[in-house]
């Protein structure tokens, strides 16, 4: 079982459409939890972080972590053409010093106008 | 700044061939990290550094080796490149920073190993 798992799609959604993108992970020691964009042919870039349970929100973007529950989600609202990427969930650990970062899958977005 | 560099950008290689991949970064983070993207598999970190002279192994590490000479630079090399390496490669730095989450990454080479 990957330590992180993440549905890698594609899903294809008309513009204006809220998205719903979801990881849920097995490692209780995360300590951040990161969503990252990339877009195609570039390298990735971080979109949003949280480290507590509960919703952060910044713009048409909310960052959704449940760590009773092991879940996190990235929800899009008024999702526009732009938005067309892959994204990829990202948890934090702490090892011997050095955070190491362990990825989902990454979803395939597609913003249709 | 320019960031994260790489290169070169693209390479294709013949099985049993060898070569360095340069990652430099400007911005004087202390951790300097490798990974490789395949298709499904997300990112899997390779190797990482956590300041000038120091290597560390990651997730992958088999058939690659790196070195930190210089606090700007890390370089991967492949001794004998094997068609299983076909892959995108990133690098990525962040400050040495305890409290720092965040990994500034490059824009990737592409590797093909015939």
């Known amino acids: 079982q990957k330590e992180v798992e993440q549905d890698p799609g594609p899903l294809s959604v008309p513009e204006g459409a809220i998205v719903s993108l979801n990881c849920t992970y097995s490692?209780?020691?995360?300590?951040?939890f990161m969503w990252y964009r990339q877009y195609s042919r570039k390298g990735p870039e971080l979109l949003m972080y949280?480290?507590?349970?509960g919703n952060k929100e910044d713009g048409r973007f909310t960052a959704q972590v449940d760590k009773s529950s092991k879940y996190i989600s990235l929800f899009i609202r008024d999702s526009q053409p732009s938005d067309s990427a892959t994204y990829l969930c990202?948890?934090?650990?702490?090892?011997?010093?050095?955070?190491?970062?362990?990825f989902g899958q990454g979803t395939r977005l597609t913003i249709n106008p | 700044n320019a960031g994260v560099t790489q290169t070169p950008k693209f390479r294709v290689l013949k099985t049993g061939q060898s070569m360095t991949l340069l990652c430099a970064q400007d911005m004087n983070h202390e951790y300097m990290y490798w990974y490789r993207q395949d298709p499904g598999m997300g990112l899997r970190l390779i190797h990482y550094s956590v300041g000038e002279g120091t290597t560390a192994k990651g997730e992958v590490p088999d058939g690659y080796n790196v070195s930190r000479l210089k606090k700007q630079n890390f370089l991967l090399g492949l001794e004998s490149a094997a068609p299983s390496q076909t892959s995108v490669y990133f690098c990525?730095?962040?400050?040495?920073?305890?409290?720092?989450?965040?990994?500034?990454f490059g824009p990737g080479t592409r590797l093909t190993v015939t």
């Open positions: 490692n209780s020691a995360f300590q951040y």
């Open positions: 990202a948890m934090s650990l702490l090892i011997q010093g050095a955070q190491k970062l362990v």
């Open positions: 949280t480290y507590s349970s």
């Open positions: 990525a730095s962040r400050t040495g920073t305890q409290r720092s989450y965040e990994q500034y």
